[in-house]
């Protein structure tokens, strides 16, 4: 952001726009709309609401980060770290996944490439390359990938990106179990189309949080491998 602008980039992606869209479907589907149907505003309520929203995103944050990154991404998922790195075969539904969102981000690094990276990290750390994990991996190859200025500013980029892509996924689960509460009281039958509407972002911005998940580690062990010596 612009240096007058008093939030980081990170913040207003990740939490302002997640939390405006909260605030804005508890509105809907609790207060009648207030919000949603306002049509003028003034300076101070702006401000005021768009704090209210930074503070929904701040607060939704954590749940987002173990329901989306940890319990999805990671559980119900294959780590994307695990997978370029050949540690874990992708099954039916990586590949699935890959396919939709992220075909060349969520695949192996080559053989050479990763058994390299491996081999690195197992003479740093002292340890056998059967014994280590992606977290392993991941923690010697972070501080060598932020030697680099190229690959810190793309890594803010993607973190941006995913940190966005992953709260407006989580937002927009809670939204639609909302709209399905509102529908099933018996209102408008628009509201099951939104319904299924907020499901589709859901899903979709889950692809967009996976492409820039798995291009962030990826982008940690590519750099990383550039370091080693030759």
């Not at 810190?152 to 989580?170: A, D, H, K, P, W």
Request: with cysteine; net charge positive; aromatic share 14%.
């Amino acid at each position: 952001m612009r240096d007058w602008f008093p939030l980081t980039n990170y913040e207003f992606y990740a939490f302002v726009a997640s939390g405006m869209l909260l605030v804005a479907s508890i509105d809907y589907c609790f207060a009648d709309a207030v919000l949603v149907n306002r049509t003028e505003w003034t300076v101070v309520q702006i401000i005021f609401w768009t704090v209210v929203s930074y503070i929904a995103g701040q607060i939704c944050a954590a749940p987002s980060s173990g329901l989306v990154e940890f319990v999805i991404a990671r559980i119900i998922f294959r780590s994307p770290t695990e997978i370029a790195l050949g540690l874990r075969k992708r099954r039916w539904r990586e590949h699935v996944a890959a396919w939709l969102f992220a075909n060349r981000e969520y695949s192996p690094l080559a053989t050479k490439v990763r058994d390299r990276i491996k081999s690195g990290a197992a003479d740093k750390l002292g340890m056998s390359m059967a014994n280590l994990d992606g977290e392993h991996i991941f923690q010697v190859a972070f501080p060598a990938a932020r030697a680099s200025p190229d690959t810190v500013t793309r890594l803010e980029s993607f973190q941006n990106s995913y940190g966005f892509c992953r709260n407006i996924c989580f937002v927009a689960l809670l939204a639609t179990g909302m709209l399905t509460y509102k529908y099933w009281q018996g209102s408008a039958p628009k509201d099951g189309w939104l319904a299924l509407g907020a499901a589709a972002v859901a899903i979709g911005m889950y692809g967009r949080f996976l492409k820039y998940y798995a291009a962030y580690g990826r982008q940690v062990l590519t750099s990383y491998h550039h370091s080693l010596p030759a």
